[in-house]
T-cell receptor, first 115, second 107 residues
Framework: GAVVSQHPSWVICKSGTSVKIECRSL??????MFWYRQFPKQSLMLMAT?????????EQGVEKDKFLINHASLTLSTLTVTSAHPEDSSFYIC???????????FGPGTRLLVL | DAKTTQPPSMDCAEGRAANLPCNHS???????VYWYRQIHSQGPQYIIH???NNETNEMASLIITEDRKSSTLILPHATLRDTAVYYC????????FGAGTILRVKS
């Protein structure tokens, strides 16, 4: 199997606060994890790629100081949205690849609403 | 920008085969073709991938043309639960999602 979980599945927070989203590979070790964002009626956009034990690589236009990514173990990556604003409200989805493979397996997503 | 081209939408009768086309004329020789689908409000689900040979698994079949410039995903007996957005993506270290094809399976 290749099961990826995310927690929480949805979160509502006040503007200016920080929110942490967890991504876990449940039945495999994931050297690489990816974070995507999806706005309503749009497709997924890659935000960053994270390798275990290394700093994440961010896509152009994604602020690394705002979206903090930590990938401290082979089964867990976290995304922290710092000082959240209403425009950060979105569907955040992670994916993970098995060591040595390319196929990405996606989590169920986390819906963030910033008031 | 996505490097593949897919029709924006397709309809399919329940129980019939759904054939979803994709053009990927710029695909590199060592890049796989990946297919994912996304059911409303869920994360994408991996379906199948291939390099140049046709592939089949429990979910679908993938037919890749000899020149590798296009492929077709076949769901042999579509059900209502197959209604989703289907994405065809040139593989690599990064996946670039386009708009995909909205497949509507109707009873």
């Amino acid at each position: 199997g290749a099961v990826v979980s995310q927690h929480p599945s949805w979160v509502i927070c006040k503007s200016g606060t920080s929110v942490k989203i967890e991504c876990r590979s449940l039945d495999f070790q994931a050297t690489t994890m990816f974070w995507y964002r999806q706005f309503p009626k749009q497709s997924l956009m890659l935000m960053a790629t994270s390798n275990e034990g290394s700093k994440a690589t961010y896509e152009q236009g994604v602020e690394k100081d705002k979206f903090l990514i930590n990938h401290a173990s082979l089964t867990l990556s976290t995304l922290t949205v710092t000082s959240a604003h209403p425009e950060d409200s979105s569907f955040y989805i992670c994916s993970a690849t098995k060591t040595g493979q390319e196929t990405q397996y996606f989590g169920p997503g986390t819906r963030l609403l910033v008031l | 920008d996505a490097k593949t081209t897919q029709p924006p939408s397709m309809d399919c009768a329940e129980g019939r085969a759904a054939n979803l086309p994709c053009n990927h004329s710029t695909i590199s020789g060592n890049e796989y073709v990946y297919w994912y689908r996304q059911i409303h409000s869920q994360g994408p689900q991996y379906i199948i991938h291939g390099l140049k040979n046709n592939e089949t698994n429990e979910m679908a079949s993938l037919i890749i043309t000899e020149d590798r410039k296009s492929s077709t995903l076949i769901l042999p007996h579509a059900t209502l639960r197959d209604t989703a957005v289907y994405y065809c993506i040139e593989g690599g270290n990064k996946l670039v999602f386009g708009a995909g094809t909205i497949l509507r399976v109707k009873s």
